[in-house]
Structure formats: structure tokens, C-alpha cells
């Protein structure tokens, strides 16, 4: 999957919310004075009128409560074998069955939800947090620096996003918090180009020409008036490179460069299940299942959210 291929690149950033900080905002979509139109729905009424986007926050949020809750929620210890119930099918006792030493398919889901979530939320937090005044930088000031910055950037993004991942994870070393600086150095070039794109639209708009005149300098417009309206696109692609970080974790701990035995993940679970397809399909199903069904809220809930950040949307 590229994280890069998303509605959120496709936005007008200048059209956003671009007069968020500019003058005339707090009328933007008021009636006048004499009650010529009504008032602008807000974002999360608009949000709420997406019974599709409603439905998919509703099962990310279901997700982050499981990773969050997991010790409680858990019937049985993710690590304890019992070679007593190896393979069971799915029953009362296990109700996803049990895998090749007998662990219950269940706990360790449910373990491996925050395993896996962390492995896709931190990374992308560090990349938007490294990318995003990069790309500010480099649409703002442009010249050399904006040069420098997006050459870097595309050489990064000829290689496909997994591809680095994968390279990187190699490099570093199997572990749970290699596989998070892999992923995060892989999503950089995303946002990088995305915090570009969209500070090169914002800063010809009429406002920002405005602070300009009023001898605002331009640190304090980059940061006062450009950066608050260049989030809406980048919460939208946070949304969708999230998903594509679940994936590539589960790719990486799959080939053994994530999370380690016997600790749960998805893509682990995956692993050691592709021995017993034959014998015990339940090991792959229930994984594959729950990584399917987190990557396609995710994606429809990023839709919603571009939907409703996006006036062309709206």
C-alpha cells in the first residue's frame, strides 16, 4: 500500500480553512447583517451526517480501547503455552481456538493490538512532527533550502514505501522499536511533500499578503497563519499513512524484522501460522481478519475526514 496515493495530497490547501486566520474569518460563514444565508455546518456536524465515517471511527475507537484495555479484556495469558489444547479449533474454553503451542488466539489479539498500533501511531506522530517543519521550510522560504529539502525527499520516494521500511528494519535490527524508526523515516518523504505543497498555496493567499503589509515577519506568519491551516490535509493523511503503517508493521514482524517471539503481534501471529494452514485456519484467519478490518475503517475514515475538511467536499 502507499501512504503516499491518498485523497489528501489531492486537496486545495489554500481552500481548507485558509481563512482561518485571515481577515473576514469569523464571517466566512455567518449570515450578514441582514440574514442573507445561514451559518456553515460545522466540521463535526458535517462529520456526524457520514454514517460510513461515523461507523469507522467507531471501530478504530473499539481498536484503541482493546490495545488500551488489553490486560483486562484478555481470557487468558498471550504467552502461556499448554500443550494440553495444541491446535484446539475454536469452543467455549478458547473461542478463537489456540495456536501451535497452545496459546489462546483470542488474548494474544488483543495483545497484539497494541503492539501493532503503537507500531503505527508513533511513527507516524515522529514523521509529522519531523516533516511537517521541514515542509513548512521548504514551500515558505523556498530557494536552496526548498532545493536541498525536496531532493532528499524524492530520492527517498523512489523507493517504494516498503521497500525502505523493510531495508531499514534489516539494517538496524529485529526488534518492536526498529520497525517503529523504519516506518517513521519511510513516512517522511510523505508529509514532507505534503507540508510543501500545501504552505506554497497558502502563502500567495490575499492574507497572507495582508500580514505581509502590516509588516508581520516571516517567521511569525509561517508559524501564525500558514501552519494552523496546513493541518486539516495532515490530519487527513496522518488517517491513511496510519493504515499503511499497520501493514508495513505487520509486513515487518511477518518476516521476522518487527516484534519478537513469543511476544503478539499480528503480522507474528501470521507467521507462525502459515505452517498450519492445513491443520489449524483459524491461526491465519482471525489475524488477517483484524488487520483487514482496522486498514479499511482507517481508509474510510480518513474519506470522511477529507469529505469534511475539504470544501470541495462539503
Same mark, same amino acid.
Given at each position: ?19 482561518a ?10 449570515a450578514g ?30 481498536f484503541?480501547?482493546? &490495545? +488500551? $484495555?488489553? !490486560?483486562? *479484556? ?5 504467552? #502461556?503455552?499448554?500443550? =494440553?489444547?495444541?491446535? /484446539? ?17 483470542l ?50 520516494l ?13 539494517f ?7 520497525a517503529?524508526? &523504519? +516506518? $517513521?523515516? !519511510?513516512? *517522511? ?5 505534503? #507540508?510543501?505543497?500545501? =504552505?506554497?498555496?497558502? /502563502? ?27 493541518l486539516?490535509?495532515?490530519f ?60 479499511? &475503517? ?17
Amino acid at each position: 500500500m502507499d501512504p503516499g496515493a491518498s485523497g489528501a495530497g489531492a486537496m486545495d490547501p489554500g481552500a481548507s480553512g485558509a481563512s482561518a486566520t485571515g481577515p473576514g474569518a469569523s464571517g466566512a460563514g455567518a449570515a450578514g447583517p441582514g440574514g442573507a444565508g445561514p451559518r456553515r455546518p460545522s466540521a463535526a456536524r458535517r462529520l456526524l451526517r457520514r454514517p460510513s465515517a461515523m461507523l469507522a471511527g467507531g471501530v478504530v475507537g473499539a481498536f484503541i480501547l482493546v &490495545a +488500551i $484495555g488489553a !490486560a483486562r *479484556l484478555a481470557p487468558y495469558e498471550p504467552n #502461556a503455552p499448554d500443550f =494440553a489444547a495444541v491446535r /484446539k479449533a475454536p469452543s467455549r474454553a478458547h473461542l478463537l481456538g489456540t495456536d501451535e503451542v497452545g496459546r489462546d488466539v483470542l488474548s494474544r489479539l488483543i495483545w497484539g493490538a497494541r503492539a501493532s498500533l503503537l507500531a503505527a501511531v508513533i511513527p507516524v506522530l515522529i514523521a509529522a512532527g519531523i516533516s511537517v517543519p521541514l515542509g513548512l521550510l521548504s514551500g515558505y522560504a523556498a530557494g536552496w533550502i526548498d532545493d536541498l529539502i525536496m531532493r532528499l525527499t524524492d530520492a527517498v520516494l523512489a523507493i517504494p514505501f516498503l521497500i525502505v521500511a523493510i531495508a531499514l528494519a534489516a539494517f538496524l535490527g529485529p526488534s518492536l522499536v526498529n520497525a517503529m524508526i &523504519a +516506518i $517513521g523515516i !519511510a513516512t *517522511l518523504p510523505i508529509f514532507v511533500r505534503l #507540508a510543501r505543497g500545501t =504552505a506554497l498555496a497558502l /502563502k500567495t493567499e490575499d492574507y497572507i499578503e495582508a500580514a505581509r503589509a502590516l509588516g508581520g515577519s516571516p517567521v511569525r506568519i509561517a508559524v501564525g497563519h500558514v501552519l494552523p491551516n496546513m493541518l486539516p490535509p495532515l490530519f487527513i493523511q496522518a488517517s491513511l499513512t496510519v493504515a499503511a503503517a499497520i501493514i508495513a508493521e505487520a509486513s515487518l514482524s511477518f518476516l521476522g524484522l518487527g516484534q519478537q517471539p513469543p511476544a503478539p503481534s499480528w503480522g507474528s501471529m501470521l507467521n507462525a501460522a502459515q505452517r498450519y494452514l492445513s491443520q489449524a485456519p483459524w491461526m491465519a484467519l482471525y489475524p488477517g481478519l483484524t488487520i483487514f478490518a482496522i486498514v479499511v &475503517a482507517l481508509n474510510v475514515l480518513g474519506d470522511g475526514l477529507r469529505d469534511v475538511l475539504d470544501p470541495r467536499h462539503g
